[in-house]
């Protein structure tokens, strides 16, 4: 397995086998590896020559400093997950230093308003950050797709606009969210809860579910109401956002349409621990 540290030697690797690789695929993650980064490698394998992983924890889309703080970097472990898909994968695991090159500070971007909605209501400048590391990767890895996951919605719909946007000669694909067996998104996050944390955790999952029956027959406003009811009785449990909005513009859903494709998103702090996750409504 490749791993390489600096820009300057991935490139120069990537260059020389640019002749044989017809493809590249490329997965942007922030380590503390899980079942859902490793579905997402696979599904790279399988339709690309090439594969390269990032392993970067991106300052700039922390605006909470005790966040970024307690992130977990994994990187030994996250390398043997790796490997248990593939030891031809190329990871790319760079300094801070190396990507921003002594100007740790964001690029800004007009996403044309998808940035204004729920993530970015409650993490200012947080898309900014997302806009500047992804565009800086692709600009450095230049890969023919690149994958998300579908957890992380509204980013994977910032991201293509950002690429829309700038342009750059790359497909940006969403995967579907792995799931623990309660449910509950996988997520780096998850380490830091407890074992009950987890366990009491299914029930934003269950929500979603619940969410998807109830927006067959009431309003977007009703089911708002009932889910908001729900998390008042967890009491190690703080709702910061739900939202149903249309799946292309993440406006809220006002009055359904037949016309318009719906999700739910939501937010939850489990002492402490953000969680987000997000269920289709069609």
Do not use: W
Request: hydrophobic share 40%; glycine share 4%; with cysteine.
């Amino acid at each position: 397995m490749l791993i390489f540290k600096t820009q300057n030697e991935l490139v120069s690797h990537l260059n020389s086998v640019s002749n044989t690789a017809t493809s590249i695929g490329f997965v942007p993650t922030m380590g503390a590896l899980h079942q859902g980064h490793l579905s997402l490698l696979k599904e790279a394998l399988q339709n690309n020559s090439l594969v390269v992983i990032s392993i970067f924890v991106n300052p700039t889309q922390f605006n909470n400093p005790e966040d970024l703080a307690k992130y977990p970097r994994t990187l030994t472990s996250d390398i043997e997950k790796i490997k248990t898909v593939s030891d031809k994968i190329i990871v790319y695991a760079p300094s801070v230093d190396d990507i921003y090159e002594g100007k740790t500070i964001s690029q800004h971007f007009d996403f044309d308003g998808l940035e204004n909605q729920m993530e970015g209501k409650f993490r200012p400048g947080h898309f900014d950050g997302v806009g500047t590391i992804v565009k800086r990767l692709f600009e450095i890895v230049q890969p023919t797709n690149a994958y998300f996951g579908e957890k992380d919605f509204q980013q994977l719909q910032i991201v293509k606009k950002m690429v829309q946007k700038t342009k750059l000669p790359v497909t940006v694909l969403g995967c579907p969210i792995f799931r623990e067996p309660n449910g509950l998104a996988m997520s780096s996050r998850n380490e830091r809860l407890s074992e009950k944390e987890r366990n009491e955790a299914a029930i934003i999952f269950k929500t979603l579910l619940q969410t998807q029956k109830l927006f067959k027959t009431k309003s977007s406003n009703e089911v708002t109401q009932i889910v908001v009811k729900t998390f008042e009785n967890y009491k190690n449990f703080e709702l910061e956002y739900f939202q149903i909005a249309d799946e292309a513009t993440l406006l809220p859903c006002i009055r359904k349409s037949k016309t318009k494709k719906y999700r739910a998103f939501i937010a939850v702090f489990v002492n402490n621990v953000r969680l987000i996750d997000t269920i289709s409504l069609n």
